[in-house]
């Protein structure tokens, strides 16, 4: 399945070191800045599915770079759990209030950390974790990688069954070539947008076989949707 992405936001080398390697090890593509400044730059070459954000920071904080990214469309639907050493209450409800979706306080478990971002994620990318994804009667299985639809097994090749899950994720959202390139395919990979058509075709033909109808809809000069 495709890794969710975590921008980890940290100024301290040997902490963002360690929060690195822990969260390459549980599965995420890691980004990483050290400052407010480097995370924006980040966030709009490369937005991430997730962003995991120190509260003390340089130069811009923790919280105002919270604010930021919960005031503009573009990034206003990534997570951001925040990360703090102080622990009292009023802090607590200012790290909310920024728009921080959870808050996670110095000395945390790493389990606990990697557990709350999880949570985050089977909202926004539940195809990044696990989740089994429904639209219609259409069935996703994202552990065991089966699709069946009206209780009929439906046979996908890899790519074909990530550009799925990638649909089934937000049904009705218009995803165009580009962003289903990056994706699906990953965004180290040079590929032609053409190619997106070819594998939205071969699925459609796997999804119609036998006469069901298709379920994928052609947004013209943008992209594809589900339903
Ligand atoms: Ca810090």
Redesign the pocket.
């Known amino acids: 399945m495709t890794k969710p992405t975590v921008l980890l936001v940290?100024?301290?080398p040997a902490?963002r070191e360690v929060l690195e390697y822990n969260l390459a090890a549980e599965g995420f593509a890691v980004l990483t800045a050290a400052t407010g400044g480097e995370a924006e730059l980040v966030v709009a070459e490369t937005p991430p599915d997730i962003i995991l954000l120190?509260w003390?920071?340089p130069e811009v904080s923790g919280i105002e770079l919270c604010r930021r990214f919960k005031i503009r469309a573009e990034t206003r639907a990534i997570p951001v759990v925040m990360l703090s050493a102080r622990g009292e209450e009023v802090d607590r409800i200012r790290g909310l209030e920024t728009g921080a979706d959870d808050y996670v306080v110095k000395p945390y478990s790493m389990a606990e950390l990697m557990a709350r971002l999880r949570v985050q994620l089977r909202r926004t990318r539940p195809a990044t974790v696990g989740q089994v994804l429904e639209h219609g009667d259409l069935r996703l299985d994202t552990e065991t990688h089966r699709v069946h639809r009206g209780g009929t097994e439906v046979k996908l090749g890899p790519t074909e069954f990530r550009l799925l899950a990638c649909l089934m994720e937000r049904p009705g959202r218009v995803f165009t070539r580009e962003s289903l390139l990056d994706r699906v395919w990953g965004r180290d990979i040079y590929v032609e947008t053409r190619t997106v058509d070819v594998h939205v075709g071969r699925l459609r033909k796997a999804l119609t076989e036998g006469g069901a109808d298709d379920p994928i809809r052609t947004v013209r000069g943008s992209g594809y949707a589900l339903g």
């Open positions: 940290e100024d301290e902490q120190d003390m920071l």
